[in-house]
């Protein structure tokens, strides 16, 4: 009884609307009557919980519950039958679909504490389950005289940030081009797009998802990400556009320069080695970009190849000294950005970013 209280205390952190959202949208309770998809979700969610071995144990683990059924919000505990017909007919998606809004929802919730030390290796999570196979099929997985088993271990790697409006076509292959040997974290912070830039990131595993309720603008999109970096604690924070302009190869290179405290902040510059126009940017923004770049140099007594990076990279040092909150929330928050660095540091660094023809 006590377990039973226990699961439907689990079931009821459960975004129920959410889900009969889903559901609504993906007609998987079309032609259903008793056996709907929340009963679905909550029987297969027991079978995890209570270790059970097959649908018989779901069915009459649920059945010996009769009476507080009405607790975890399903009318009757379904047969062997129905649970296995189900599993083989409903569409899955509706399921990955929820846990990927659970994830968005309870997954970022977490606060930690600052620890007074600093662990410089990489930290990995390990986690191990034994999978039960039957010796008469599987005579290979020897486990116990009458048992066979195999054992999965899983290890996870335990940031940059990724600035995204409309950029479904091209996150995919900004994404895969990342280094994740030094990468620890990416959030993506989506300024209210109207494609499906939110799905796209969440099919390719992104978890630190945010998504603006409406379009701040450039540079209140930057603000978010900057903030959700310093608050999870990294030491160099990279923001990368997802248009794919941007060769997430440098990262190394960028960090490095940090790292090693040669510059607190470098730049990628798509005009440094002639890649702006053969990488995609339109005569017109090359223009403009070099008219207000001189523009620029003159008024703040430096000489960068261009002041509107998407691509950049910061030690939490500097961002933490500047309030980068006040600037614009338009595209004149670069500018406003740099200005306020060069108060704090003497120099930064820029580095030629490769366009893609030279990526190709």
Not at 35 to 40: A, D, E, Q
Not at 70 to 95: C, M, V
Not at 112 to 129: A, E, R
Not at 173 to 202: G, Q
Request: a positive charge; hydrophobic letters at 35%.
């Amino acid at each position: 009884m006590t377990n039973i209280i226990l699961f439907s205390q689990i079931i009821s952190k459960l975004d129920r609307q959410k889900f009969n959202k889903l559901v609504k949208e993906k007609q998987t309770d079309k032609h259903q009557k008793s056996f709907n998809s929340w009963t679905h979700l909550v029987s297969m969610l027991f079978c995890q919980f209570a270790k059970s071995q097959s649908v018989r144990d779901i069915s009459n683990g649920l059945r010996s519950a009769t009476g507080n059924l009405n607790h975890l919000g399903i009318q009757k505990a379904p047969s062997k039958s129905t649970i296995s017909y189900q599993n083989k007919n409903r569409d899955w998606e509706l399921f990955k679909s929820y846990y990927f809004e659970l994830l968005n929802s309870l997954g970022q919730q977490a606060k930690f504490k600052q620890v007074k030390f600093k662990i410089k290796s990489k930290i990995f999570l390990l986690d191990s389950t034994t999978i039960s196979l039957c010796l008469n099929l599987f005579d290979w997985a020897k486990y116990k005289a009458h048992k066979g088993a195999v054992k999965m271990h899983t290890l996870l790697d335990y940031d940059g940030n990724l600035p995204a409006y409309n950029a479904s076509k091209t996150l995919l292959k900004t994404y895969n081009e990342i280094p994740f040997d030094i990468v620890d974290e990416v959030i993506l912070v989506d300024d209210n797009s109207t494609d499906n830039t939110i799905d796209v990131a969440k099919s390719i595993g992104i978890v630190h998802i945010i998504k603006h309720k409406n379009n701040t603008g450039y540079g209140g999109n930057q603000k978010t990400c900057y903030n959700k970096a310093l608050g999870l604690g990294a030491d160099i924070i990279i923001m990368l556009h997802p248009d794919y302009q941007y060769t997430p190869k440098l990262i190394h290179s960028m960090s490095y320069l940090i790292a090693n405290d040669l510059y607190p902040t470098v730049l990628g510059s798509r005009i440094l080695g002639k890649g702006a126009l053969k990488g995609g940017m339109p005569i017109y923004k090359y223009i403009s970009n070099r008219i207000l770049t001189f523009v620029q140099n003159v008024l703040m007594n430096q000489k960068l190849s261009e002041y509107h990076s998407g691509y950049r990279a910061y030690s939490k040092e500097v961002l933490q000294n500047i309030d980068f909150n006040k600037n614009s929330d338009d595209f004149i928050f670069d500018n406003q950005l740099l200005a306020q660095i060069f108060v704090v540091v003497p120099s930064v660094c820029v580095l030629p970013n490769l366009s893609r023809r030279h990526r190709l």
